[in-house]
């Protein structure tokens, strides 16, 4: 009873002074919880600690709207980071992309130009700058048509093989 009263006479306190709002959130729970459990002689007052329930409410949920605010400001900033670099790595990526390409065309073009030197050249044997020499019958009656010698031996023009 005597901690009851005690209570009453520091709400009574920091109502009447305006110190409500700067109330820590620890002595506005204990005050909620005074006035929700608490006993009212007086019905003239009733409705007084009904609105204190109220305001102590309201106060409470203001500040609980501005830790979410800081939140949100916060993880809106990481947000905000975390797409810049993604919009960097995304370019990063698109300038590698193009890079590869233009080191890949100036390999084709460094082959390409190996290719005409080679072919500007003279060979040093110069019948291998002729197609090759149509197969005669023999070798077509040798070999057959896939030119694998077969395995039958067969009777050539002026003897056998």
């Known amino acids: 009873m005597p901690e009851e009263s ?4 520091e709400l009574n306190k920091v109502f009447s002074n305006g110190q409500i709002f700067n109330a820590s959130d620890v002595d506005l729970k204990r005050f909620l919880q005074y006035l929700c ?3 009212i002689r007086n019905e003239a007052v009733r409705h007084r600690e009904t609105n204190r329930c109220v305001v102590i409410n309201t106060i409470k949920t203001f500040r609980l709207i501005d830790q979410v605010e800081k939140t949100n400001k916060r993880l809106t900033v990481t947000n905000l980071i975390l797409t810049v670099c993604t919009v ?3 370019a990063y990526s698109i300038y590698q992309s193009t890079d590869s390409t233009r080191q890949i065309e100036r390999l084709i073009q460094i082959q390409q130009k190996g290719l005409e030197v ?3 050249k003279p060979t040093p044997n110069p019948s291998l700058q002729k197609d090759a020499p149509k197969r005669s019958a023999s070798w077509k009656a040798a070999f057959g048509k896939s030119g694998r010698l077969s395995m039958f031996v067969r009777t050539l ?3 056998t093989l």
């Not at 005690?6 to 006479?9: G, P």
């Open 157 to 159: 023009q002026g003897g």
């Open 6 to 9: 005690l209570i009453e006479d």
């Open 37 to 39: 459990s608490g006993y």
């Open 118 to 120: 080679l072919q500007s």
């Open 88 to 90: 960097a790595l995304a």
